[in-house]
């Protein structure tokens, strides 16, 4: 049986591989992570655009310390208190 593997980013920004999939997505350009099921990103990807831009992290804080900041769509408050940092 083949195991399904999953590229993900890690806090350095370099890619690996993982049986595990990621429980958040980013886009590498824009720098910014979500839900998997953000609207924001689901209507882009079927618009065609942002899979080739597309990353994910196992989990907030990975993609937190590798600079990415959180949607302001799906993560409102977290979106919120990353801006009131700034």
């Known amino acids: 049986m083949v195991t399904k593997r999953y590229t993900l980013t890690d806090a ?21 992570y979500g839900r998997l ?14 899979v080739r831009q597309r990353v994910f992290f196992a989990d907030e804080q990975a993609a937190v310390v ?3 900041r959180p949607c302001a769509v799906c993560m ?6 990353w801006k009131s940092r700034r």
């Open 37 to 50: 099921d953000c609207p924001s990103a689901l209507r882009a990807i079927a618009a065609g655009h942002y």
């Open 66 to 68: 590798a600079g990415y």
């Open 76 to 81: 409102p408050e977290l979106y919120r208190q």
């Open 12 to 32: 350095g920004g370099q890619h690996y591989s993982s049986a595990t999939p990621g429980v958040v997505g980013g886009h590498r350009l824009n720098k910014l």
